[in-house]
Nanobody
């Protein structure tokens, strides 16, 4: 059973928007720091955005600042990534991750639970 399920990916034109959603499968993630990562073909998985368990503190990669917003609704056990002003270089598979008992942060090694990813393709 995949511990995290992402949705909301798709094909969008440059300048458009998408909202990704992330929900756990079979567990409650409200106590975990959560993150979004992405991986483009031939590249390493990279940090996009993170949010603390309380939802009060967020962090972003430089590439995402000012365009992407991470949020969470602990009552719905869901994490979101709102992506605006999308660029072709944002094209990647986007992964949601839960830190669990690990430390979170901007490294994939800080996260224990991963989804299978959702494809985001931005056309020029």
């Amino acid at each position: 059973q995949v511990p995290v399920v992402e949705s909301g990916g798709g094909l969008v034109q440059a300048g458009g928007s998408l909202r990704l959603s992330c929900a756990p499968s079979g567990r409650t993630f409200s106590a975990y720091d959560m993150g979004w990562f992405r991986q483009a073909p031939g590249k390493e998985r990279e940090f996009v955005a993170g949010i603390f368990a309380s939802g009060g503190l967020t962090s972003y990669a430089d590439s995402a600042k000012g365009r992407f917003t991470i949020s969470r609704d602990n009552a719905k056990n869901t994490v979101y990534l709102q992506m605006n002003s999308l660029k072709p270089e944002d094209t990647a598979v986007y992964y949601c991750a839960g830190a669990g008992s690990l430390y979170g942060g901007d490294s994939p090694q800080g996260y224990a639970y991963w989804g299978q990813g959702t494809q985001v393709t931005v056309s020029s």
